[in-house]
């Protein structure tokens, strides 16, 4: 299970300091706060419906942070947050935090969503639970993945071309080499 601690040693604290990031996280649907990202996910899984892990694991970091402060803003109904998690395209003015230290802001949710459990690293295909958001992750992933391809064949290409270069720059050079004039000072 995942585990995000924070470590503050009693006794050190400066009065300039900010309090740990990690300190409690809040519901994306009602009043209760957590202690720990496990706890909420639990809650919002059991009492909401909503596996908040797969759908916001299944959005770039940005998309996350702005689908969670947007249903914090709007205070949308578990099934209004999983429609809007696939419709997307929110502005950018949601990147500002709707709650001040809002943990849950401060999850990379992709990273949360692939990993899973410890000792249960599965692929995007074998998640438990998997929605429709996961398939739109997968398709993401795919395209992604098809992308770095395209780039790849690219740079392969390029360097088939700047290997023929190199290769006729030597011969070119030995060429020069072997046949002209004889260097030296000369003299009369």
């Known amino acids: 299970m995942l585990q995000i601690e924070c470590s503050s040693s009693e006794g050190e604290y400066d009065e300039g ?20 990202l496990p706890a909420l996910t639990s809650h919002s899984s059991s009492l909401h419906g909503v596996d908040i892990t797969n759908i ?22 578990p099934e209004e947050f999983q429609v809007q998690s696939e419709v997307g395209d929110l502005e950018d003015s949601y990147m500002k935090p709707t709650l001040p230290n809002d943990s849950l802001l401060m999850v990379d ?10 000792g249960e690293d599965k692929g995007l295909e ?53 046949g002209g004039n004889g260097g030296g000072a000369g003299g009369g």
């Open 17 to 36: 300091e900010e309090e740990p990031i990690f300190s409690e996280f809040s519901c994306l649907f009602c009043e209760s706060i957590f202690p720990t």
């Open 56 to 77: 916001l694991g299944s959005l770039s970091f940005y998309d996350a942070v702005k689908l969670i402060n947007y249903t914090r803003e709007r205070r949308l109904s």
């Open 109 to 118: 949710f992709e990273d949360v969503y692939q990993v899973g459990p410890p």
């Open 126 to 178: 074998e998640k438990k639970g998997v929605t429709n958001c996961g398939t739109k992750g997968k398709e993401r992933v795919a395209k992604q993945e098809s992308k770095l391809q395209s780039k790849i064949d690219e740079l392969e290409g390029r360097l088939r071309e700047m290997t023929v270069m190199y290769m006729g720059l030597l011969e070119a050079g030995a060429g020069a080499g072997t």
